[in-house]
């Protein structure tokens, strides 16, 4: 019988929650089964349980990780405000609304996390903290904590007007929504 390394075990449920964010926000949390997110990682159903006590577990572990990942991705945008350009750029950009899962967790899912569980909630609330963080970090870089409320501000513009273009049929007022969203947040963080 072949051993496992020692960090076996980490790396498969760091598969399974990469694999479940993808999923999560393309199909969303509700559609998405434990057999189709355990497909998905290359593993079967059986060794959810292994890794995981449920699926708001597993959820909340995607939330947490999803978010450490946006502000990671944060991080290598420059401080100040070519950094906050280039931030608000590839956040309003088409390929990002065209492909939700490989995108921001908050646009995808904000929706279904309200109605998730306490564990999910405090690991939206803590990666969103995070998240309001680095933007202001962006904004001002050698005071940050003065930059919060534009911060909040510039974060909620950018979920909600993502939100509302990939809502759209109309492909070109979709387009003239992000459009208007980069010029509407590079104003507002002036």
Known sequence: MARYTKDHKQVTRQR???????????DGIDGS????????????????????????????????????????????????????????????????????????????????????GDDTKQAYTDGARAVIDAIAARLAPEDPGAARGRAIGLFSMLVGTLQLSRA???????????EQGIRNTLTFTS
């Open 16 to 26: 399974i929650i990469e694999a479940a964010g993808h999923r999560f926000k393309q």
């Open 33 to 116: 089964g434990i057999s189709t997110l355990m497909s998905d990682a290359g593993l079967t159903n059986g060794a959810f349980y292994a890794h995981f006590a449920s699926k708001d577990d597993l959820v909340a572990g995607v939330v947490a990780e999803e978010l450490r990942a946006q502000v990671a991705r944060c991080g290598t945008f420059q401080p100040g405000r070519a950094g906050l350009e280039d931030l608000v750029r590839a956040y309003l950009s088409a390929e990002h609304r065209d492909h939700p899962g490989a995108g921001c967790p908050s646009a995808a899912l904000i929706d279904e996390i309200g109605r998730c």
């Open 168 to 178: 759209l049929s109309d492909r070109r007022l979709a387009d003239e929504i992000l």
